[in-house]
Each structure stands twice: as C-alpha cells, then as structure tokens.
C-alpha cells in the first residue's frame, strides 16, 4: 500500500481529487434537477406536511392524549399554518435552493463514499476498518438526526408558535421565508448534533477526552441540554420540553459509551478491588 502511495506523484493526486470532486457535484446537481421537477409534490406531502393536524406527530399524541391528563392537546383538527409570500422572487429561489439543499441531503453518502475512495489508499488495514465503520455510523445518525428534527423537534416548535400571541390583537401571519428558514435550520442542526456520538470518539481516539470527562460534567451537561431543549422549543409545557431533551441526553450517554475508559479510574477500582492489599494505597 504504501509503495502504491509513493508511486503516484503529486499531480496524480490532483487529478484524484478533480474527478472525486465532479462525480460528487454531478450527483448533486442531477438529484438537485430532479428535485426541481418534483419540488410542488414534496412541498405539498413533506415539507408542509406540520402545517396540517392530520400530521403523524400530531394524530399520535392525540390519540395518546386520550389515555393520559399530563399532554396538552394535539386534537385540534382545526390547526392549519398558512403561509404568505411577501416577496416577488422568494417562492423561485425558494423552490431553487430546496432543491439543491434536498439534492445534498440525498447525495451525502455519496459524497462521503467518493472522499472514502480518495483516501483510502493512504491508510492501512486497521485504519481502514476504523474509518469505515466512523463513516458508516456518521451517516446513520445524521440521517437520525434529520428524522427527528423533521418528526418531533420542528412540529412541536411550529405548532407552539404558530399558535403563540402576545396580543389577541396581532395575528400571525408567516412568511414563507420564515417558515423554510426554521425548517432547513432545525433539521440540519439537529442532523449535526446527533454527529455527536462520533465525535467524542475521534477525540477519545487523540486522546482529548475519556468516560471520566462525562462522569464529572453529567451535571452540568444535563443543565446545558435542558437549555438547549428549551431553546429549540420554547415552551413552557413540560411534555415538549421533556420529548426534546430526552433524544440529547440519549446521545450524552451514547457518546459516554463510545469514548475510551479512564486509565486512572480503572486503577483507582484495582486498588480497592478485595484481592488487592490496602497497603498499595
């Protein structure tokens, strides 16, 4: 491997990198033509789908309101967003970058299998198991992470803010570009913070961070998710807030599970484990 490496010169690698980079963009912009195409279909099916309250998030928590006194009332079938357009161009650049934002999200693991095969033969066996299978999980959890933002996160903080007022006098009117600004945003962060996971373990992997850094800072994660939770969905019900910070404290633990234990601590627990003497201490 590594002689095939030092047989290629440095153009070769440039060259390497120019067809990865136009296969990667060619994915990107026929996906992004194809979705131009369907664009109507799946603004009307998807992307607006949480305007209406036949949306699955909301005909399941009524039903399970049914059950229960402790959710708020997601059986109002007459919740409906309707949206405005306040500026002549927006719905065409609109329906434009959706394409291309949808095209993207679509080719990632395309994407990523192009960057694998650019710098996979620099690596060695076992570095190639281990990105493999980094690259692999990367992708399933963003992709999770999409799924919950789209699902769970940005329904319940359209439907509480759609239906928030200060005044009975000021009526809600959304625009457009407001809706799609929330949308893109809250599920694209959503898709990085569920990288999460991934992350602590290339950092573990350097060396930055063990199982001891979570141990001590538990605490303190839990008040920054709960902030965060409350940010991302303001809402002083208990329910929303809990079903938001219940997925980010999941993933604190996963990223504890995944990261390297700490040496130290693991001394520690020899040193008093009952077939070691005291004295060590």
Same mark, same amino acid.
């Given at each position: 491997?590594?002689?095939?490496? %030092? ?14 980079? @136009? ?20 603004f ?5 789908? #949480? ?19 402790i ?10 967003? %309707? @949206? ?16 291309m934002?949808?095209?993207?999200l ?10 694998w095969?650019?710098?996979?033969? +620099?690596?060695?066996? +076992? ?21 919950v ?11 509480? @803010? ?25 599920n694209?962060?959503? +898709?990085?913070?569920?990288?999460? #996971? ?15 850094f979570? %141990? ?17 969905? #303001?809402?002083?019900? #208990? ?19 995944v ?23």
């Open positions: 491997m590594a002689n095939d490496l %030092k047989e290629m010169s440095f153009w070769d690698h440039v060259d390497d990198l120019r067809k990865m980079l @136009l296969r990667s963009i060619g994915a990107i912009v026929l996906l992004a033509i194809v979705f131009f195409a369907l664009m109507p279909h799946i009307d099916r998807i992307i607006l789908a #949480p305007c209406h309250s036949d949306f699955v998030l909301y005909r399941l928590l009524c039903d399970l309101s049914q059950h229960t006194s959710l708020p009332d997601f059986c109002n079938d007459h919740f409906e967003v %309707k @949206l405005i357009n306040i500026q002549l161009a927006s719905q065409f650049f609109i329906h434009m970058s959706t394409s934002w949808i095209a993207l679509v080719a990632f693991p395309y994407v990523i299998y192009q960057l095969t650019f710098i996979s033969p +620099g690596l060695y066996a +076992g570095e190639k198991r281990h990105a493999r299978g980094a690259f692999l999980a990367g992708n399933i959890m963003f992709f999770i992470g999409v799924g933002g789209y699902f769970l996160v940005f329904p319940l903080t359209l439907r509480f @803010l759609a239906e928030y007022q200060v005044s009975e006098m000021v009526p809600n009117q959304i625009s457009l570009d407001s809706y799609m600004s929330n949308f893109l945003t809250l694209f962060i959503m +898709g990085l913070v569920f990288e999460l #996971p991934l992350l602590c373990w290339l950092l573990s992997n350097m060396g930055l961070i063990t199982r001891h979570f %141990k001590t800072y538990r605490r303190h994660a839990i008040v920054i998710l709960l902030t965060l939770a409350a940010f991302i969905t #303001p809402s002083s019900d #208990p329910f929303t807030l809990s079903v938001v910070f219940i997925p980010l404290y999941g993933l604190y633990e996963l990223s504890a599970l990261v390297k234990p700490d040496t130290k601590g693991t001394e520690d627990e020899e040193e008093v484990s009952p077939d070691k003497s005291p004295s060590r201490k």
